[in-house]
């Protein structure tokens, strides 16, 4: 006969899938999703800074889609750059420098604004299979993977369609970047970090608690 009594691994099931199940409401997800496609707007009104080596400005904004990821899962994280981005389809200049509408995909540009979107996905994705409890090292190294080298990936890829450049004039072109998307990573990380333990449950559970949540 089972107890009457919670076990502690039920307590710590249910505290950390709990509050998600509270959040996790069609009107509170669109609220998040509306809320981080504001944040990636509002980095955009810090100013943007080009080098001689890169048709690419130097934004903040990439910060908002790595934070997206980490924070809200694949499917919010990314719905969230999805709409930031037909916001800017639509032409409003919510891009660093006042930037907006269909024209700015078909400028040099076009890969990082690509990756925006899928960036997030994928991050969220990564953070999702690692599960609760969000932690630094494997937060850091997804971030990075995924907020650096797929987003130069997309940015390189979309340069060289565009301004017909060779591939190691597309990789010099990321070059400027690296210092400031390595600041931003982990910046991202310590946030998703913080924003987890103040709000537990955000992430599937591993290990044995993830087991017992998913059988309970």
């Known amino acids: 006969m089972?107890?009457?009594?919670?076990?502690?691994?039920?307590?710590?099931?249910?505290?950390?899938s709990g509050p998600a199940d509270r959040r996790r409401t069609?009107?509170?997800?669109?609220?998040?999703?509306?809320?981080?496609?504001?944040?990636?707007?509002?980095l955009g009104f810090l100013p943007a800074f080009y080098t001689p080596i890169s048709p690419s400005?130097?934004?903040?904004?990439s910060f908002g889609t790595i934070l997206a990821g980490a924070i809200l899962g694949a499917r919010r994280?990314?719905?969230?750059?999805?709409?930031?981005?037909?916001l800017v389809a639509l032409g409003l200049p919510l891009l660093a420098g006042g930037r907006g509408g269909v024209g700015v995909f078909a400028s040099a540009t076009?890969?990082?604004?690509?990756?925006?979107?899928?960036?997030?996905?994928?991050?969220?994705?990564?953070?999702e299979r690692v599960g609760a409890p969000y932690r630094f090292v494997p937060g850091l190294l997804i971030n990075a993977a995924f907020g650096i080298v797929v987003m130069y990936l997309f940015g390189a890829v979309?340069?060289?369609?565009?301004m017909h450049l060779s591939v190691p004039a597309a990789a010099l072109a990321v070059t400027p970047f690296i210092i400031g998307d390595s600041i931003k990573?982990?910046?991202?990380?310590?946030?998703?970090?913080?924003?987890?333990?103040?709000?537990?449950?955000?992430?599937?559970l591993r290990g044995r608690l993830g087991r017992d949540a998913a059988s309970a």
Do not use: C, E, N
Not at 2 to 16: G, L
Not at 26 to 42: L, S
Not at 115 to 122: I, K, S, T
Not at 158 to 162: N, R
């Open 77 to 86: 994280g990314g719905l969230s750059q999805l709409l930031f981005m037909a």
């Open 158 to 162: 979309g340069m060289m369609a565009v």
């Open 26 to 42: 069609p009107g509170r997800d669109i609220a998040v999703i509306a809320v981080f496609a504001g944040i990636t707007a509002a």
């Open 110 to 127: 076009v890969g990082f604004l690509v990756a925006y979107v899928v960036v997030p996905f994928l991050i969220g994705w990564a953070t």
């Open 2 to 16: 089972p107890s009457a009594h919670p076990t502690r691994s039920d307590q710590s099931a249910r505290a950390a």
């Open 57 to 61: 400005p130097i934004t903040a904004q």
């Open 185 to 204: 990573v982990v910046l991202a990380t310590a946030t998703a970090v913080a924003v987890h333990k103040s709000y537990p449950g955000l992430l599937p």
